[in-house]
Structure formats: structure tokens, C-alpha cells
């Protein structure tokens, strides 16, 4: 029924690259994200060719290729955040900074991020800046809760 | 206080209930339970915590009052919430919006119901273990100890009839008995499938023994629902129990929980909990000496909403993208590692301990005939009480909505619920009497889905929900058919057309057919359900599309291309607007009339909240 191209891609059964995904978490975890390096040094690792890396890589959202800034900024877009001005502080932030979402800004210090329901839904709009949570933020807060969290000086490289 | 040594048999894990129960009963008369879940810690609630524990100590009521850290108690209107239980009256008070300051008063006078404090309940639910004619809508089975045990703590797992449902399973059933259990029992598939849970596990008990695998799905991916995540880091025992009861069922001895990497907290509670259970001979080898041998690992997703389907989430197990593929073979014959494997969502397997302890007759009582059981709903959006919620099937939408959640916020008018997510749709007044099941909801174009429900009033477009919506599909699709990849992005771009007022009737027309087209040729079912939202709010609302269309006008307000901000007469040039306003893009003098730029206007509205002159006008 099924043809050779549709047939199942299942694994040639080389159960070595089910660690990949959680050796990739743990180099974000290390990094912040996942720098060519290190996915080169883990392809090598465990045998698995870098194409192969690179391709889970980009295809789960989760992992960042490049290196985050120094603050991260992320606006809630779940649909109750959606449907409470969730929208309207997004554009805010981004005309305060001037970047978009997924960037950062040039000198570094903020990361703005678009994410999918933080599971506050009662306190939309939220905002959370690293692990703290602003609960229904309205566009005029944004360059107070900014002060609360200046840039820092970018870290030393070693 | 628990013992570590592991248990070696069933009687070992009884002796340890019983001594549990009465350490219980000669304990404090009074426990504050105070709930720590995610939402809870965001809301502030460690300070409160802190605040109750210094003040037992001043007062030094240690023996009068024990505080146990729970998971979410499903009042996130009302965080930060704690649960006052007197063990002697067995009665229980909710306290809700709890400040630090007041614990010296809370402390002081213990059980009594005057606090200062606002009270939100009594009968917030009814308990599992209570057959109680209870005055609510609620009945607790999946929920059955979140916000009322510590999930840190096994001992308060095993003092709940915890891990007594699988000692009862492998040292006295056979297999296919508790297989048989399941099937009689009629527990259907709760991630929103709805496939019998039994029937899936005998499926993979029938293949021959040998490798065979459970998968935990708590990839919980769609937006407004946390009701997996409220369990797994409100009673994570319970779901390794599960687990470990359908792998004596299949003939499996590994089980995987493959979860967001977004859920921290969970995860570390998940961790947490396999190692007490492998401590106490609960998961491992020679399982309390009945010869079965189970064991979990956690596997962590990274991100992609497909994975909830069950073959891209194999995929991503096995270290793979986690993109889909044609069924049969289903998983239960071909799965992990192209060996059997059954799928169970968090919430169907935190069902199957009670069913296991009390009974597949039991469980068909509650609920309907079609779907016993009950179901946990995250409900949120425009109504009073967001919080998540556990009711039997068959419940009506207006019970929940306007009975739990105390009807809509701010005086606002009911507009529409959403139901199951991007794979569901929206249903109106009209629909509000519905029991809901799984082919109700079908059949009213929505869907179960995994539980998320999310209530709109008159401010929100029906038009920019199902953009919305499809915005979260077309992010999502992994692109492996073209249906999906393609579809989607076109129907996409016609929802902007109408939200931008710059589409015509056959646009609309366009719309539905190519929805017809998706729905019918799409791979998974990603695909297959992602036009719900636009065909249900087509059919539903087609007033509103037909507004946007013909009158380029968004009734709601929401669509931007179609609002704009005025300042009229009444201004004075206070200049207020101006300082407000995130894009700096309103002029003038001071004491002159200020002036928009429409171009650079974001239409965020803060110049007309912040105006004192009614100034600011919106059309």
C-alpha cells in the first residue's frame, strides 16, 4: 500500500542518537545556546554526522543557534495573553528596543522572545524578564520594569 | 521520617500506609496547605509561605499547625491561595489574594473562619475518597491529591492509598485482567483523541512478548492549557504508578516520560519522584517481590507542538525531528524503537490508579455513558474565576463557565468559548447547554483537545482568533505534507486579507474549500484538525466575517488595518497622551491640539486610557 518514499522513516535502529536531544539541552543549558563548536565536538562524540545535528537543531524551536542577550524579555502569546493586549505590549516592546521578536539588541543586553502560554492565564498580559513574571502589564509600565532590570556588562571572554 | 529501605512486598508497603495514617491522626490538628505550583510561585506566594513558617515558630504552635506545600489548587484567580483543613471536623476553608502580613493573624487563630482574609470556598471540589452529596460541579479523580499533598514527599503519596493500586495489580492480577479492567472501565484517551485506553493496551499486550515500551506524553504543547503540567508537579507519584500498572499490563519493563522542557519545576519533581519510588522498591527490579521489573526515564521535548501526535513524538525519543507518519502501523505494534509501544497522555494515566482501586463499575458511574470519567479543563480568558477545573463528562458548557467559573469579567457580555486548542473551534450562546462529550463537541464543529477553554466576550474578533489560531499551525507544521506546510500558509493569507479589510466574498468561499481540502489530505492529525478554528468561527460567526468583508469594519475593535485613534476637539494639549504613548508618535504644543501619526500608530489605545478629556476617539 505504502511506497518507498512514504514508508516510515523509522531509525536504522541506532539507539547511540537518542541521547542527542538531551546532550543538545545540556549544552544550551551550558551556553545559552548552541554554539558550532560544541555541535561539532558532540557530532564527533557520538558518531552522529553534523547534517543530522544541525537538522533536529533547527527543526525544534527550543534550541538557539546564536549566542541570546544578556536579559531575556519574554512576552506571553498564549491565547489568553492574546486575547488580553497580549498583541498590543509585544509591538510596545519592540518599538522601545527596536528589535524584533527572536532578536536582540546590538549592544547585547536584552533578548526578546515570543513564547507560547506561560500557564498564567490570570494574569494576562504577561511579561517575564528572565525568571521573574510581570503579571498584566500594560504598554506605559514597560520603561519602569526596564529600570528594574539594567543592562549588565557583557561577560568577560576567556 | 521515610523509610529507605526498600519495601519487599505488599503487606511492607500496607504496614507503612497504616503507620502513616495513624503518625496522621496523632499529628497537628490543623494543616495550612499552601499552594505551590508555578502559577502560585509567580503570583508571590514563597513570601507567604515564609511568613506562615516564622510565624508558627514565634508563636510556637509547630504541634498545633503543619504546613504542607502543595501543588496548584486550581484558584489561579485568587493566587496566592492556601487551604486551611481541620483534621478534626474535616472541614476545609480556601483562602484566597493571602499577604504575607496577615499570617501573624491566620497563625493566631488557627481553624477560625475570621481572618481578614478573603474566604473563596468551602466546597471548592469534591474529593475522590468522599461519595458526599457535596453542593459543586466538581469531582476530583485526576486531580485527586493536587493541592492537597506535598508531591515532594512519597510518604504523603503512599498515605493517600498511594502505590496500593500496583501492589494490588502485580501480586494478585494477571495481565489480561487489568487489561480487561480498562476496557470494562471505558476510560478514553484524555490528550483529545478519545481512543479507548483499554483497547490501545491490549492492542500492544497481544503482540508477543519481548521489548516492549509506555510513553508518557506530557509534551503539553497547546496555548491555554496547564492541566498536565498542575498534575505532574502536583502529584507526579500518581503518574508513575500509572505507568508502571500499564507496563505489567503490556509486558513492558521500560516506560518513558517524554516532557516539555519548558516545565522546570515538573521535571524536577518528576526526577525527584522516580528516585524515591526506585529507593523503595517501588519501580526497578522484583517489584515488591511479585517477579515484575519496570523503571522510568524522562526524555525532554524541545519545542515543537507536533510532538503530541504519537509517531513524531517516538521520533523525537529516538533522538530524531519529530515529524509524524502515516498509521498503521500504530505504535502499538511498530513503535519505539519499531517495538510496541502504547502512548497515554498525562491526565488519562493519572485516571487509572482509582480505577484500578475502586473499579471499572465505579468509574462508569461518573460521566456519561459514552465517556465515564471526568475532565480536567483549564479554563481562562474573559471569565472571573480562571482556574483549572475537574468535572464529569457530560457537564454542561454553562455549568463550568458561568457555575465554576462564575460567569464573564468586567460586566462584559458572553460572547464564545474555545475549546480544544488549534485543532478546535468556537461555540456560541446557543451551545452553552451542551453536555459535553467527545462527539458532542465533534459535533458541534469544536473538539475535546487536551482541556484548554477559553472564554470570549464582545471586545474579542472571531476573525483575528482563527488568524491567531492558524498563526500557532503554520509555526508548528513540520512541513512533511504539503497540505499542511502549504495549505495552511495560504489560508493564512487569506484571514490577513479579511482582517485587513482588503478581501472579497470569494475569498470567504476560498476559505472553506481550501479548509475542506486541508482537513481531508493532511497526514496527521496536526493537519487534519488545523482549519478547525477558521471553519467553526465561518460557520459560527459569519456576521463578523461578513463585516470585516463588505464593511471593512472590525466590530470588536481588535484588527488593527481597521481601528484607528483619533484626537477630536476636546483637546487641550495637556500633552498627557503624549508622554504615554510607547512609539512617540503623537505631536503638538503644549495647550494645542495634538495630532496622531497614523503611520507610526502601534493602536495599543494608551493614549485614550491615559486621556482625562475623552479626547481620544476609536473607530
Known amino acids: 500500500m505504502l511506497s518507498a518514499d512514504t514508508k516510515p522513516r523509522r531509525t536504522s535502529g541506532v539507539r547511540a542518537d537518542s541521547g542527542l536531544l538531551n546532550a543538545l539541552h545540556a549544552l544550551q543549558a551550558e551556553h545559552g545556546y548552541v554554539p558550532r563548536q560544541e555541535a561539532m565536538a558532540l557530532s564527533r562524540r557520538l558518531g552522529v554526522p553534523l547534517a543530522r545535528i544541525f537538522e533536529v537543531l533547527t527543526f525544534y524551536s527550543y534550541f538557539r543557534l546564536e549566542e541570546p542577550g544578556r536579559i531575556t524579555l519574554s512576552v506571553c ?9 497580549g498583541p498590543v505590549l509585544l509591538k510596545a516592546i519592540q518599538a522601545l528596543l527596536g528589535i524584533g521578536a527572536g532578536e536582540a539588541t546590538p549592544d547585547g543586553a536584552y533578548q526578546l522572545n515570543v513564547v507560547r502560554c506561560l500557564g498564567c492565564c490570570s494574569c494576562s498580559p504577561v511579561l517575564m524578564v528572565d525568571d521573574k513574571i510581570y503579571s498584566q502589564v500594560d504598554p506605559a509600565d514597560l520603561p519602569g520594569i526596564l529600570k528594574k532590570h539594567p543592562p549588565t556588562a557583557p561577560k568577560e571572554a576567556n | 521520617m521515610s523509610t529507605i529501605t526498600p519495601l519487599k512486598d505488599r503487606d511492607a508497603l500496607s504496614t507503612w500506609a497504616a503507620d502513616l495514617k495513624t503518625e496522621r491522626a496523632s499529628g497537628a490538628p490543623v494543616v495550612i496547605r499552601v499552594s505551590m505550583g508555578t502559577c502560585g510561585i509567580a503570583a508571590k506566594t514563597t513570601p507567604v509561605l515564609e511568613a506562615l513558617q516564622s510565624e508558627i515558630r514565634s508563636q510556637q504552635k509547630e504541634s498545633q499547625i503543619e504546613i504542607v506545600q502543595t501543588g496548584c489548587m486550581g484558584l489561579c484567580h485568587s493566587e496566592p491561595t492556601i487551604e486551611v483543613y481541620d483534621r478534626q471536623t474535616q472541614q476545609s476553608i480556601f483562602y484566597g489574594n493571602v499577604k504575607p502580613e496577615q499570617a501573624p493573624t491566620l497563625i493566631r487563630e488557627e481553624s477560625s473562619q475570621a481572618f481578614g482574609v478573603d474566604v473563596l470556598t468551602q466546597n471548592w471540589y469534591r474529593p475522590e475518597e468522599t461519595d458526599a452529596d457535596v453542593e459543586t460541579a466538581q469531582a476530583r479523580i485526576v486531580l485527586r491529591n493536587t493541592g492537597r499533598i506535598d508531591p515532594e514527599s512519597i510518604a504523603d503519596y503512599v498515605g493517600t492509598q498511594g502505590y496500593a493500586a500496583l501492589a494490588n495489580v502485580v501480586t494478585t492480577m494477571q495481565p489480561d485482567e487489568v487489561t480487561q479492567t480498562m476496557i470494562d472501565a471505558g476510560l478514553r484517551g484524555r490528550g483529545g483523541g478519545g481512543f479507548p485506553t483499554g483497547v490501545k ?189 475537574e468535572v464529569p463528562m457530560g457537564t454542561t458548557l454553562r455549568d463550568i463557565i458561568f457555575g465554576v467559573g462564575q460567569g464573564i469579567a468586567n460586566d462584559r457580555a458572553f460572547k464564545a468559548v474555545q475549546t480544544g486548542g488549534p485543532s478546535g473551534g468556537c461555540l456560541k450562546t446557543e451551545d452553552l447547554d451542551t453536555p459535553i462529550d467527545y462527539e458532542s463537541l465533534r459535533a458541534l464543529g469544536s473538539m475535546m483537545g487536551s482541556g484548554g477553554m477559553i472564554v470570549m466576550d464582545e471586545d474579542d474578533c472571531m476573525v483575528n482568533i482563527a488568524k491567531y489560531f492558524l498563526e500557532f499551525t503554520l509555526d508548528e507544521s513540520c512541513g512533511r505534507c504539503t497540505p499542511c506546510r502549504i495549505g495552511n500558509k495560504r489560508l493564512h493569507e487569506m484571514l490577513v486579507k479579511v482582517c ?120
Request: proline share 4%; charged share 25%; net charge neutral.
Open chain 1, 77 to 85: 502569546d498564549g491565547t489568553s495573553c492574546h486575547l488580553q493586549e
Open chain 2, 201 to 389: 493496551w491490549q492492542f500492544a499486550a497481544k503482540q508477543p512478548a519481548g521489548e516492549k515500551y509506555v510513553i508518557c506524553n506530557a509534551d503539553e504543547g497547546d496555548p491555554g492549557a496547564f492541566m498536565d503540567r498542575a498534575v505532574l508537579e502536583g502529584d507526579p507519584h500518581a503518574v508513575l504508578e500509572a505507568m508502571a500498572i500499564s507496563g505489567f499490563a503490556i509486558g513492558a519493563a521500560q516506560g518513558v516520560v517524554y516532557i516539555r522542557a519548558e516545565y522546570p519545576l515538573a521535571i524536577e519533581r518528576l526526577e525527584l519522584a522516580i528516585q524515591q519510588a526506585r529507593d523503595c522498591g517501588l519501580l526497578g527490579t522484583n517489584i515488591l517481590g511479585s517477579g515484575f521489573d519496570f523503571d522510568i526515564e524522562l526524555k525532554y521535548g524541545a519545542g515543537a507542538f507536533v510532538c503530541g501526535e504519537e509517531t513524531a513524538l517516538i521520533h523525537s525519543i529516538e533522538g530524531l525531528r519529530g515529524e509524524p507518519i502515516f498509521k498503521p502501523p500504530f505504535p502499538a505494534v511498530e513503535g519505539l524503537w519499531e517495538k510496541p509501544t502504547i502512548v497515554n497522555n498525562v491526565e488519562t494515566l493519572a485516571n487509572i490508579c482509582a480505577i484500578m482501586r475502586r473499579g471499572a463499575k465505579w468509574f462508569r458511574q461518573i460521566g456519561t455513558e459514552k465517556c465515564p470519567g471526568t475532565k480536567v479543563f483549564a479554563l481562562a480568558g474573559k471569565v472571573k474565576r480562571v482556574g483549572l477545573v
Open chain 2, 500 to 619: 485587513s479589510g482588503r478581501a472579497d466574498m470569494r475569498t470567504l468561499e476560498k476559505l472553506r474549500q481550501l479548509s475542506d481540502t486541508i482537513k481531508d489530505t493532511s497526514l496527521c492529525g496536526l493537519g487534519q484538525t488545523s482549519p478547525n478554528p477558521v471553519l467553526s468561527t465561518l460557520r459560527q460567526f459569519r456576521r463578523e466575517y461578513l463585516d470585516h468583508v463588505m464593511n471593512h469594519k472590525c466590530t470588536a475593535g481588535v484588527c488593527s488595518a481597521l481601528v484607528r485613534y483619533d484626537i477630536n476637539e476636546r483637546c487641550v494639549g495637556c500633552t498627557l497622551c503624549a508622554r504615554n504613548c510607547p512609539v512617540s508618535c503623537i505631536t503638538g504644543a503644549p495647550k494645542e491640539h495634538h495630532e496622531i501619526d497614523q503611520e507610526r500608530c502601534i493602536k495599543c489605545g494608551v493614549c485614550q486610557q491615559a486621556c482625562k478629556f475623552h479626547a481620544v476617539d476609536k473607530h
